[in-house]
């Protein structure tokens, strides 16, 4: 790593990428794909600046972990004193360098997340670490994108990466996290205070040396040990403490106070009479606290409660191993099963799962201890793809899984856990036979209608009616019928949500154009009358949003409906509609600003998302504009250009600094004649389309009421000659004419 340090000054910001990242710095849930640069778009080039300010950043997060990691490695030797003392140096300058982010929270977080490596062999999500801070994420996935994208900065991020986060992994780290504090000169003192005393801890953690600190079930502990040579506490002084703590949590005399503390160093940290005296560090290692965090509201104290047993109970059986007490209570949340890819993954942390619901087995609270956790797996279960369920087989209590090299792993579950997985597995056959609905030959038995009355909340006998209302929407030729449908609008709407999901997951794709578009004007009724509207959109949000690097027939659909939602009113309901009307965007007391909330949260946690959706269908439209003929099953200008509009449209409600960034490129790319986009077009019929989503996009600017807009509108006034001579079309340059003349 030592040439990336060096190297690490060099990689400076341009004018054009410090504007970006100022507008849009902060956000970072990036599309796992290769990026790929397909034209010379001013709007993509824009797009690919804010993306070098993120990358920036991602490596200097990289650096971070692979300096800390290095110095672990380092610790057992005391001949590389002098090089551990140069890393720090250079950890110490770049945790300041990445304090220049505005939205920095000041504290870096690492963890490891546990799902196996595509690429890699069985075994490899033992290393599959994040690394984060706010909503700022870095993994392996985007490290790789980073290294296709920056091939000289960022050239070995990957590698480097990979290997520290082996190390983390062989020196059974699964958390850490650095608190940079005020980011003052103290701050850097105390972590690099605190860094070395961990140096030392692993030097003379197998050893009977009285720096260690002993935790409640005996062994060596990390973070009591900092806290100890932090605060100046003698070592067995603070193992006095811990002792006489003890009783309290373990027992036999515990403590109601203390029943929210998963460790005596949780109480030790946050109990007021021992804050006074023991400062908490920067750094902390392999808090067990943090795995429970996301699952136990801090408003809910009697689920706090809960999580501190149920990790209690963990360390009680793998104290000794910290590394295997996160992976099983990591295996009872529901973020524990976040981006599962594959069987043998799933296998793994189901089995894990299993491991707990043992350990419950010899508790008092036992049906507590193991409902909830089974509560967590099926939520966790639920967010995992079909393809998974697909590759999975189940042989009475044995369930086995094949991986991408041919080979078979079995595994035998608890008896809950394996009914939760054969109920899903089920699903996603039943799934497939909802998809292939309008075929009439397709056959629905008694175990579908078991899976979808378990699914909805509903008898058997109301899951086997909704399949026929399903059925009866569709005629012999399977086309779907829209009128059937809003007759029996009312039975549909009393699933809420749930029928909402189901219908646009498995009918959003229809064949054929007609079918689809009565299938939208379909769910523009529906959607007016749930009675959770949040959730439809939230639906739709991901959908849409959270597989940017692809662009999908059913996107612009979508955004429609999403637009709809973000209304009090639909005024378009009833009609055949194939666009959102832009008099829509003169729309702001009708807006519903729950809803508006929902949509600026998700632009919150999902910007980057976002920015891609936007770029790859620039794209793509720029490749289909330059072509002379397009097959029949290929998106062609003229729908790019209406998904594009609807994107305005959506975005331009929503509102937010980001949504203006993005419209205002769009006015400005389709505001320039000389652009490449009208440049490189083949078919001019679709210099009116054009037209058209610049005149949207004008209007959605408008509603930010920027006075910096007014020189963008008039110097695309100026330009009207210029758009006029790209057609000898009569009625063309009439449109032009008028188009211009609105903005």
Known sequence: MEETEKKDDDFALDKSAEDLYKRFAGIDDSDRVIHTDLSKSELIEQLNQEEKVLDYYRMLLAQTTCLFAGILANSRFSSLAKENEQKIKNLLHILKNLAKFPKFDGKIYCRLRGQQCPSEQSGSESYDYELSFGNFLLD?????????????????????????????????????????GKGEDEDYNKIRNNILHLV???????????????????????????????????PEALEKLVNKIKPMILGPQTSVDLSRFTTVYDVIIASKNYRERIHKMPLEVNNVQWLTQTKTPQANPELAIKAVQVSRLVLEKYGNNPKMASEVLSSITREGYNDIKTGVVMGNRLSQATEFMNLAEKNEDKQSLQNDALENIEDGLEKISDEVYDNITISGNEVSSVNHEGQ???????????DLLSFFKQRSATKKKVRDISKKQVHFDEEDFLVIARNFKISVKNASHLIDLLKACFDQNGHFHRNYFTKNITEFVQYDSKVFEFLWYYLKELSSREDRVSFLNALQILVGRLKTPQDALKILLADVFSHSGTVNFSDRNGLMLGSILLRKFNREEGSNIEITPEEVLLCHKGLNQEMIKVGLEFFEENLEYILKKAKIIIELMYESSAKEQHNNDEMKPRFL????????????????????????????????????????????ENLRHSLQLLQVATRALRRFEDSQSDSIFSEIANRKEKFIRLTTDPSTQDYIKRTIGKI
């Not at 009977?208 to 605060?231: C, K, M, R, S, W």
């Open 200 to 234: 030392q801890f692993f030097m003379y953690e197998n050893t009977e040396n009285h720096f260690i600190v002993h935790d409640e079930y005996g062994q060596p502990n990390i973070n009591l040990t900092l806290l100890a040579a932090t605060n100046k506490v003698p």
């Open 408 to 418: 078979s792993t079995a595994w035998s579950f608890h008896e809950n856990i394996s």
């Open 140 to 180: 392996y996935q985007m490290a790789q994108i980073v290294a296709q994208r920056e091939k000289v900065k960022g050239a070995a991020i990957y590698s480097k990466l990979m290997e520290a986060f082996k190390t983390l992994s062989v020196t059974n780290i699964f958390n850490f996290s650095i608190d940079i």
């Open 641 to 684: 250009l209406y998904l594009q509009r609807e994107l305005v449209i959506f975005i331009g409600l929503i509102g937010g600094s980001s949504a203006q960034a993005i419209i205002q490129g769009i006015v400005k790319e389709f505001g320039d004649p000389a652009s490449s986009y009208y440049q490189t077009m083949k078919q001019k």
